[in-house]
């Protein structure tokens, strides 16, 4: 009887060891994580004497999440890029560089037979950058001028910025899988010298102009369709006469009218943008090319999965908007 209940206790401890070493995937998102050194990006128009200072910042910036910040459940593979690629006519006030982090979810391997492993997820759709001296809006935002040869003439804003404990909150956007529980949303902040923005709005008047240059030459390159443009030339000249208080308003357009002009819309009218134009006048002057003179910071977050969800909320508490702001202008 003894040694019977002795092989059946041996059986159920046998048989619970073989349960917990199944990989479970609520397990692993209670896993601490690791972090690593991912595959840095390239380095393009940087002097070594302002790559050194930008690398110092960003090691700051990493130092300030890691100190703050463990990951659970997933790796943080973590990168970096350095640079710029001038068009013509284009001075840069600052450099622009970025330190990224990725979420790698550590996954059962589902394909083995040995039912313990697992894995960590080799591509992620959640992510966290932090970036000085640049804005990812409909077009890319750099601390300089635009080009000479830009073909719009402005930069697209999907909605204006609003000012939020200090900083501003550049707005959320739904970037992937919309409508689906799985949404990916992108949520933007931008932390500058104090209220003013490294942007300013063009006016309606700016717009109209540039319109009027683009439309006039697309009459030249196409004659034969000259009637069509026409209409939206005459559109152009007529809305010109209207007083000055209409007029230097900020210009909000429709996406798909940007190679003809039917009017302005309201704020916050569906498929609508505000015309900016780089703000040369908000960089502080004798600063490195290295110093920020903003910054960036861009959660994206594919949500209905636990371990994104807590690690982005962990994350967020760990990126100290203040402490960026402090570095500003360094």
Known sequence: MIKKTIILIAFVLTALSSVAQDCSQEDLAQKPGTWKAGQQGSIHNVTAADLAKEKAVLSG?????????????????????????????????????YYSMYILRYLCDQNSADKSKYYVDISTPTTVDIVANQIDCLNTLYAANLADDDFRGYLKLKQRPQKKDGVWFMGDEVVGDSGTAYEIKESTWLITFSDTLPFIYVTRKEYLLIERKRLEKSVKDSPGEKEYFQKFLDNISEYLTKPESELSQPAICLWNDEERFTGFVDEGTLGSFFAIKPNLSYYKKNLPKSSPQFFTVVYTLSLGDPVFEANIAAIKEAVDFAKLKSMLGK
């Open 61 to 97: 910036i990493h130092k300030m999440v890691s100190s703050n910040y463990s990951p659970t459940g997933c790796q943080i593979s973590y990168s970096t890029v350095f640079g710029k690629v001038p068009m013509e006519g284009q001075i840069f006030k600052a450099d622009p560089y």
